[in-house]
Every structure is written in C-alpha cells, then in structure tokens.
C-alpha cells in the first residue's frame, strides 16, 4: 500500500471534535499568555490595579545588565546540557537497545533519576557538593580542587547545574533513543555487514541517520526544556554565587514573588516564551523536521 | 534571614514546587473565613508559620480566646517560603486573612503603603500598661514610619557570636573582645589550619549578618536606617565603605576559610563544622542554639560558648547594640471585617502570662519587660538570661537588612554581597551597584 492511499477517503473527524481541546487550550494556554503580555505593559505590585505605563519595562528589560547576564547564562546552559546530554543519551540509548537481559536491568537503573522530582534531586546535589560532608570533600582532590570549593565559584557552579541536570534528564532521552533505534529494521544492518562495515560503520551509517528525527526531537526538548530549568538553580545555587548562575525563569521568579514587580516579570515571561517559539520554529526549520521524511526512505 | 527557624531552609525544596501551587492554591482556598460552628459569632482567620513548636503556643492563644464570647479565632498555617507569596498574592486580592504572622519592616512596607494595614498606634497609646509590657526597642523595630503595624508575637533573634570552647581552649585563646583581637585570633587559627568563623556562603542571607553589625559598631543604627528609609546614598557612607572594606580584609586574611562559598546552612553544613571543632566561631542568629541542642546536644551541653559581637575600636556605634530579627509580628488587615475582634485577641494573648510562659517553656525569649525570674522555667535558663538581658540593655536592635529593606532591593542587596564576599565587587564597588538600583 502506497503510504496515505487509503488515509484519504477514511472518514475524518470534523473540525467539531477539535473543539473541546481548542477550547481548553484557548481558555488554559492562550488567554493567560496574552494577559501576561498585556501585563508587562504594566506596573503592578500584586496589590491594587495594575497601571499602564507603556512600554517602560520592555526599555528597562533592554537596559537590564541582569537580563544580559541572565540570557548568557542560560545560552551557555542551554548548549552545554544538549552537548552532554545528547553525548550521553544516544550511545547510551542505542545501546540500550539490545536484547540482552543484563541490558533490561541496567535499563531499569538508568531510569531511576527520571523518578525523582527535581526538587529532590537538587537537595541531593546540594548536600552532595557540601565540601566537608559531601562527596565534593572527595571527589574536589582529584580534580584539582582541594579544599572542595565545586560551586562556590561562577564556573564550578554553572558545570554543577549541568552535571546535576544531565544526571536528571539522561535517562529521559535515553529512552527516546533507545526506543528509535530498536525500530531499525535489522535488515540494513545485515545490509551493511554484508557490504563489509564494522559495528563503527554501521552505526554512522545506518544507526545514526535512521535517528535523525529522533535527534531533534530529543533536541527540541532538551533546547526549550533548559529555558525553563528553574528549580533546580532556585534549590542548588539560588542564582549565586554572586549572579554567576542567574537563568530567565530565575530572574521572573524573583522579579515577581520576591520584589512583587509583576509587570517587570510579566516582560521577562513574555520575552522567555517568544525566545522558546523562536528556538523551537529555528531547530524545526533548519533540521528538516518539518518536512516529516521517512527515514525508511528507500526501503 | 527572612526565617525565624533557619533549619527550615530546607524545606526550600517544597519552595520550588510550591512557588507555583501557592498562587494558584490562593485563588481556591486563599480566605477560608466562612461561618463556621457557632453562627453568631464572628470568626477571626489568623495565618502563621508552620511550625510544630510554634503553632502549639499559638493554638493555645487562640483556644483560650475562643472560650470567651466575643469571636471565634482560627488559625490556619503555612510553610516558610511558600508563606510570602501566598501572603503577597492573598494581599492582593480580596481573601485577606484578619490577622497575619510577619517580620515587620519590609515585609510589610508595600501593604502599609497599599493602606491595606490598622494602623496600631491609637490602640497602643490608649492602653499604656498593654503597651508597657513589650520591650521597646522591639516594639519599636516593627514601626513603619512613626506607625505602629504589628504586635509582637513570639520570641527575639538576635545574632550571637558563638564559639566553640574546645577550640578556643585547643590554642589557648578566649572570644574576642575587640575587632584587633578577632583578627589577631583569626591568624592564630589559620596558623593551626582551623577556619576561624564558619560561614554557609550558598546561602546569602548569612553574609549579611557580618556586614549589619560591622556598619552598626562602626557608625551606629543610624548609618544603615538612612538606607532603609529609601536613600541609596547612605550605601556611600564613609562608615559603610569602612565595614564592607573589613569584610574584603576579613575574608582576604582567611576568616572564613577558603570554601565558605560552597557550604551550606542546612543539617550538616556550617552548624555541623562547628560543633564539630573544624570551624571556632559562627555568626548566626540565636536559633543556631536551638539547632545545636536538637542536632549536636552533646556540643550544645558541654562545648557551646556564646558572646556578643566584638568592639570595633574607634567606632561609633554602641558596643551595646544588635541586629537580627527583633521579634515576628502580628498584623490586621484592614478589610478585615473583625478588626475590634482581632484587636482583641492581641490585647488579651500577645502579652498574656499564659502565652509569655508558653514560649518560655518552649525556648523562646518573649520580648516582655520584667522576665528575668520567669526564665528559670526555660529550658536552658543561662542561654536565654543572655538573649533577654542582651536585648534589654540594647539601644538599638536593627531589624535584618532583608526584611528591613523593600523587598524589590533585597535580592540584588544580597547578591552584591555575596559578590563583595567573593572579591568580585570591592566596598565602592558595591556602593555604586546599590546607588545604581
């Protein structure tokens, strides 16, 4: 059967059946993103009316070093936990993907920190880097740092968040990629064996083009997942030491509950959720993923 | 410091999954005065902190007011970081509770100005023998303007100098007196490989303690209450250029060790280090004695010192004075449809025997005059006869920084310390980052 021969004249759902979902995501996802942008026009302490002043605090959020600061913070974030995670995940993903027992255990391990809520793992981090009782008292000498100070200085800190996300969300898209590859038909395998590739060969060749959709769509999620890595910072290194680890979600919460500048916040939100579309429209657009290409093609 | 009981920083974790449930459990349950039981009364909504030890005195307040006829009092209660957004989005909207738990200054100062607060100062004046049982410098410290807001409501926190006698003793040293002898002392120390004041650098309020006394002794109260009042040029200050200076030198010289900024307030961080011999010194508030007795009871027996903070020579401030958090509050809102109730209830619990004697029996220091023979009742009579008679013979008892000043300044304050502290920032460094806000 020709791919969407038969699709064609099955009988479709009416625009009807959209509209519960339409409605709740109109009601749920769209309206609140609106008033928040109609918010950051305003200044707004939670308590009274807010009142309209222009586009102050969009000039504010363009002259705020913070914000700098902040957006740098969070880019070199964003890139570093998709370099270590993806680094980790794919291998250990396809590699997952054999049938040995042992495999389905270690699996099984793997998963475990997916389980944790983030505020968990964060206070374990914590007590972990802690450079007289934690593992960092350990661990700090053979690295080059003797007296365990890991996250008390602005680039310890920052690889902190890294590491202790990784570990988090590893296992996450390991399971994506593990998932995908075990979706290779085994006969491009055979294929290439036949044509005389060694196991490197073929994973570069067929292993990894076949993940290509997989890779960005794990992508994807971890990109636009790190604009919102909150927690974690809040819990591990509350945005210190000094302003070294400060994040854009970071930066509203505090503008927001804590200085109960609501329309300031609002600004910041909005700018997080255009950065968030931008990102996702830029990987969609220059991977070819919205092109949806088979990566059976051919076969 | 935003926290009477610091060891429930950890429940800072439930802060970060609860930030978010917290508004929005505002808009469902936010004002939960309805009728309830007797119709005829009125009911009083009061919103605390929760706290085992706290809310069982507090609940004894409000039974006690409950079998009278006037109105019925509830109290209902929340967890620490959790409890000032809620606070702030509840002010916000119309479920305000009656009467409300708070640090005073600050964390008031935007509802003052929202005229959204009874002001307490007539009920105050016109009930002098009411007004005289409070300590006055603290009562005192949670005026807005020349208003009073709040009622105290519990105990005082000043910050001790604590040490351990153990190591002390180990280089033959005693507490400084002087700031010559601290650093004299932190050399002596360092010399014997011991940090000298344990510090949880991850956490920046307990930075703050170090720079509040060290701007008090040098130019008094009244360098720093320039700046709570809202001018940023007292940031400037020649007194507060030379105490953030020290603190540059302090930590230059290795007072804090070199990975203060890595350790941590919570179970096993700079209380552990202490009591366990690696640090000599802490500066913390006086619930570090109470963490201590629940954490290391055999140090908190036997090797647990406490002192005041040292004289700095030449300064200007009173030896005499503290800093810290002075007391917690009580506040009514003015929506309240009670406020004669709610009045009420403060006039008849807040300096009651019953109530004072309740927080003796759990520990805490009321800020009532005359205590001194009531506090054999304490649990550690000797520690609390040094708060109270601390506190009593204090001019001048400043209210933590961050609660003292508004909120929208209290983050980037304690982020620029933390980067003073770090050496990224140097005294005028600072005082422009501040200026410049």
């Known amino acids: 059967m020709t791919p969407g021969a038969g699709g064609d004249r099955a009988p479709r759902p009416g625009a009807v059946y959209v509209l519960p979902a339409a409605l709740f995501f109109a009601f749920f996802a769209v309206l609140p993103l609106v008033l928040v942008a109609l918010l950051s026009f305003t200044e707004w302490t939670g308590i009274g009316d807010p009142r309209f002043i222009g586009t102050d605090n969009w000039t504010r959020l363009a002259g705020d070093p913070l914000v700098l600061t902040s957006t740098r913070t969070t880019l070199l974030l964003m890139l570093f936990a998709w370099a270590a995670q993806t680094a980790l995940a794919l291998p250990l993903g396809v590699w997952a993907a054999g049938r ?6 270690l699996s099984a391990i793997f998963f475990l920190p997916l389980l944790l809520s983030s505020a968990a793992i964060a206070l374990m981090w914590k007590s972990m880097l802690d450079p007289n009782f934690g593992v960092a008292a350990v661990v700090g000498p053979w690295i080059g740092v003797p007296d365990g100070n890991l996250i008390g200085t602005p680039r310890g800190a920052l690889i902190c968040i890294i590491i202790t996300v990784t570990w988090q969300f590893v296992p996450f898209h390991t399971l994506l990629y593990q998932g995908a590859a075990r979706n290779i038909p085994a006969v491009l395998y055979d294929a290439a064996r036949m044509d005389g590739a060694n196991r490197w060969q073929s994973f570069l060749r067929v292993t990894l083009p076949q993940l290509r959709n997989t890779i960005v769509t794990s992508s994807v999620l971890m990109l636009v997942g790190s604009l919102t890595y909150f927690e974690t910072i809040l819990l591990l290194t509350g945005g210190g030491p000094g302003d070294s680890t400060y994040v854009l979600p970071f930066l509203m919460y505090q503008a927001a509950f804590e200085r109960s500048e609501m329309g300031y916040a609002a600004a910041i939100a909005t700018g997080l959720v255009l950065l968030g579309t931008l990102l996702s429209l830029a990987i969609v657009r220059f991977s070819g993923f919205s092109r949806m290409r088979s990566t059976l093609e051919g076969m | 410091m935003t926290n009477p009981l610091m060891s429930r920083r950890s429940l800072l974790g439930l802060a970060g999954l609860g930030a978010g449930a917290a508004v929005l459990g505002t808009a469902g349950c936010g004002g939960s005065s309805g009728p309830q039981g007797d119709d005829s009364k009125a009911l009083i909504d009061i919103w605390c902190l929760q706290d085992p030890v706290q809310n069982r005195v507090q609940q004894a307040a409000v039974d006690r007011f409950n079998a009278g006829d006037a109105a019925d009092a509830k109290l209902s209660t929340f967890i620490n970081d959790a409890y000032q957004q ?40 016109a009930d002098a023998a009411f007004k005289g049982r409070f300590l006055p410098a603290v009562l005192e410290a949670g005026k807005i303007g020349a208003q009073y807001y709040g009622v105290p409501l519990r105990g005082m926190q000043p910050i001790i100098l604590y040490y351990n006698k153990e190591v002390l003793g180990r280089v033959g040293a005693q507490p400084p007196t002087t700031w010559a002898e601290t650093l004299t002392l932190v050399d002596r120390l360092k010399a014997e490989s011991i940090t000298p004041f344990a510090l949880a650098g991850t956490q920046p309020w307990t930075l703050l303690m170090w720079i509040e006394y060290l701007a008090d002794r040098i130019g008094g109260p009244a360098v720093f209450q320039r700046i709570a009042d809202g001018d940023k040029t007292g940031w400037s200050d020649p007194a507060m250029i030379k105490a953030l200076n020290e603190i540059t030198a302090l930590v230059d010289r290795g007072g804090f060790g070199t990975n203060w900024a890595s350790v941590n307030y919570e179970a096993g961080g700079a209380g552990t280090i202490f009591a366990q011999g690696k640090a000599a010194m802490h500066l913390m508030g006086s619930w570090e004695y109470t963490n201590q007795v629940d954490q290391q009871p055999e140090f908190a027996q036997n090797g647990l010192g406490w002192t005041t903070f040292p004289v700095y020579e030449g300064g200007a401030g009173d030896p005499k004075a503290i800093v810290g958090n002075p007391t917690n509050y009580f506040s009514i809102t003015k929506s309240s449809a009670n406020v004669a109730d709610a009045t009420a209830f403060l006039k008849q ?72 502290f770090l050496g990224e920032l140097d005294a005028n460094g600072f005082a422009s980052a501040m200026a410049a806000l």
């Open chain 2, 86 to 125: 809620k606070l702030g989005v509840a002010m916000g909207s119309e479920q305000r509770p009656d009467v409300f738990f708070n640090w005073g200054g600050g964390s008031i100062r935007e509802y003052v100005r929202g005229d959204l607060l009874v002001d307490l100062t007539p009920t105050l004046d």
């Open chain 1, 100 to 105: 040995q027992r042992n495999r389905a255990v």
């Open chain 2, 349 to 420: 619990e807040m300096a009651s025997d019953a109530y004072v004697d309740d927080w003796i029996k759990a520990g805490d220091v009321p800020p009532i005059t005359g205590l001194e023979s009531r506090l054999s009742a304490s649990p550690s009579p000797e520690f609390s006869a040094f708060v109270y008679g601390m506190v009593r013979d204090a001019p001048s008892f400043q209210l933590s920084w961050d609660q003292a000043v508004d909120q929208k300044y209290r983050d980037p304050m304690l982020t620029n310390l933390q980067k003073l």
